[in-house]
């Protein structure tokens, strides 16, 4: 089992920033690809950005040039930095790890007001 606590979201003007941050925990060594989705009201859940164990980035079209995914060197924490915010980018955003599974956490929501 692998464990996943996101933090960092919040209300930000259009234009800010904000950093999400994701801490693993449990079965880390199973896993290979971690990301960030993002779910508006009304909408399914869809890709912003993954990294895998390889360090090896994919952005959606939407965030390239303003989003980027990082980790530590531990491999245990995976960052989200998100610059030119926009309002189409407000969204509970949900940390994801596969590997042995499919595991999410609880999601932060990101408000970007216009």
């Known amino acids: 089992q692998v464990q996943l606590v996101e933090s960092g979201g919040g209300l930000v003007q259009a234009g800010g920033s904000l950093r999400l941050s994701c801490a693993a925990s449990?079965?880390?060594?199973?896993?290979?690809?971690m990301g960030w989705y993002r779910q508006a009201p009304g909408k399914q859940r869809d890709l912003v950005a993954t990294?895998?164990?390889?360090?090896?980035?994919n952005y959606a079209d939407s965030v390239k040039g303003r989003f980027t995914i990082s980790r530590d060197n531990a491999k245990t924490t995976v960052y989200l930095q998100m610059n030119s915010l926009k309002p189409e980018d407000t969204a509970v955003y949900y940390c994801?790890?596969?590997?042995?599974?499919?595991?999410w956490g609880q999601g932060t929501q990101v408000t970007v007001a216009s």
């Open positions: 449990g079965s880390i060594f199973s896993i290979n690809v």
């Open positions: 994801n790890a596969q590997g042995a599974g499919d595991y």
């Open positions: 990294i895998n164990s390889g360090g090896i980035t």
